[in-house]
């Protein structure tokens, strides 16, 4: 599809007060959006009627200035499709600054310390290409993508008052319903609908929880390794960030209450430790919930990618055991569904509501109404569940397909385990092999592996590769697979 351009929304200006007649005062502003390249190279002009109407000026005036740029080769004209900036004309060599806006001048640019601090982050960015072994994606079967359609155009469809105006920060009344019926039946997470807040993912959720629960300075647990996104959420927010041990039962609770007993807040991936995948047992949830509970900490529970999970009992959420409302429950379409969707959702205690609505208004307002209404309905007439149940098959299928050639290429160099749940999993490095070597090598043959080493903070660091499954066929993973073996074996 070509763009017409924005000339209908240009400035177009004439001054009575000068001297200068009205059709050189068109000519050189028009030449000067060229030349200047506000209006770009083959934009459509507005007819001569149209610009003197809007201008109240005569049409001859117009008719002349155009006629003039005509001639000068700056616009041209096409019969019966109207007036276009020529599209041949030189790049300028340089462009013009924006009026008013100064060039750098190369000294650092003021902004907050905050700013410096991010700009020192190192990067985490889920890449979207369909390469192996990137984490970002997940597999969408053509009956998703079906349903999807079908669902999303009766949606535009019926297009009402709805999504056209404002509507409540916490998300459609119907779509709050839904989610509420599914968490207690899926997740056991204690809920009513006026209890959830519909965000854009994990993400943002994070980042409202952040803003209420915490000042600066506060003290806050966090998983040691972590998923670096919260991590860095945190590290940039003023506050107190100890990082505690995760072992073979997940955090290690004890370690926490020693390091920082009266911290405010917890940040957990409890039901699959984000990178390790471990557990949190239910001695230690016990635990945690106890210790939130004896000094009025809160608990941020990020529950992602639960829906996938292959082997062993169901696990409830935290959230579920949680008597005293002290956990604040995040979960994601964006890896159940795909993460191009951006919504997600919480369960916020009924005492923090107020607040978290209020954030969350202070941030985006809402969530984008038409999209919730497609999730809804998506829901409601099971497409969700119906891709939940294939989409593990699906996944399953491809891990134990990752599991099983790794395991034949390159099982003396690595330890690697089917995970019972989730969207990826870690093949340990043996002896002195460095994941980041092995991150930097595979990625030089166009494998994306993530290096697990740089996700810890104090705790004894692990070597290990990070390996997503979930967004290739089996076809894909297997080759993959090998040339990573190749590439392990080859960096002893
Ligand atoms: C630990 C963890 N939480 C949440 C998410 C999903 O985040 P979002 O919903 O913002 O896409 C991810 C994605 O990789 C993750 O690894």
């Known amino acids: 599809m070509r763009s017409t351009g924005w000339a209908d929304l240009y400035a177009w200006q004439v001054d009575r007060t000068t001297g200068t007649p009205l059709f050189r005062q068109m000519y050189l502003q028009l030449r000067s959006a060229i030349v200047s390249r506000t209006l770009a190279p083959g934009t459509r002009l507005p007819s001569t009627r149209e610009l003197a109407a809007r201008l109240r000026v005569a049409r001859t005036s117009v008719i002349s200035a155009y006629e003039q740029l005509l001639a000068e080769g700056y616009i041209a004209g096409k019969a019966r499709s109207g007036t276009f ?19 750098t001048s190369g000294k650092a640019p003021r902004v907050s310390v905050r700013a410096k601090a991010l700009a020192g982050l190192r990067a985490f960015v889920a890449e979207s290409d369909a390469t192996p072994f990137n984490m970002g994606r ?28 404002y509507s409540d920060p916490r998300g459609l009344p119907e779509l709050r319903e839904t989610l509420c019926d599914y968490l207690r039946v899926a997740r056991a997470v204690r809920c009513d609908p006026d209890q959830i807040i519909v965000t854009g993912g994990t993400q943002p959720a994070i980042d409202v929880a952040i803003r209420v629960l915490l000042d600066r300075g506060s003290e806050v647990w966090v998983e040691d390794p972590c998923y670096p996104v919260t991590y860095n959420a945190l590290a940039i927010a003023d506050v107190n960030v100890h990082p505690v041990p995760v072992d073979a039962h997940g955090l290690d609770v004890a370690a926490g209450v020693r390091a920082a007993p009266n911290a405010r807040a917890a940040f957990v991936t409890s039901s699959h430790q984000f990178p390790t995948g471990v557990v949190l047992t239910m001695p230690r949830r016990l635990a945690l919930l106890a210790w939130a509970r004896e000094t009025g900490a809160w608990i941020v529970e990020d529950d992602y990618a639960s829906e996938f999970r292959y082997s062993g009992r169901p696990l409830a959420s935290l959230q579920g055991l949680d008597d005293a409302q002290r956990t604040i429950y995040v979960g994601t379409f964006n890896k159940a569904l795909f993460p191009g969707l951006r919504i997600g959702y919480m369960v916020v205690p009924r005492p923090l509501m107020n607040a978290f609505v209020h954030a969350r208004y202070l941030i985006d307002r809402q969530p984008s109404s038409l999209e919730q209404t497609i999730v809804t309905d998506f829901m409601r007439q099971g497409h969700f569940a119906a891709h939940i149940r294939r989409t593990r098959a699906h996944y399953r299928e491809q891990r134990d397909a990752l599991v099983g050639e790794l395991r034949r290429r390159a099982g003396d160099a690595i330890t690697v385990e089917a995970p019972e749940q989730g969207m990826h999993l870690i093949a340990y490095l043996h002896g002195r092999r460095s994941d980041v070597n092995v991150e930097r090598a595979a990625r030089a043959r166009g494998i994306i592996v993530r290096a697990i080493r740089p996700m810890y903070r104090n705790a004894r660091p692990r070597s290990g590769l990070m390996l997503g499954f979930s967004g290739y066929s089996v076809e894909a993973l297997v080759p993959a697979a090998a040339a990573l073996a190749k590439v392990i074996t080859a960096n002893a």
Request: glycine share 4%; aromatic share 2%.
């Open 138 to 165: 997940t597999r969408v079967d053509p009956r998703t993508v079906a349903a999807w359609r079908r669902v999303t155009h009766r949606a535009v469809r019926s297009l009402d008052a709805v999504h056209l105006g």
């Open 85 to 103: 900036i020529a599209s041949d004309l030189p790049m300028p060599s340089e462009r013009r600054p924006l009026d008013g806006i100064p060039r």
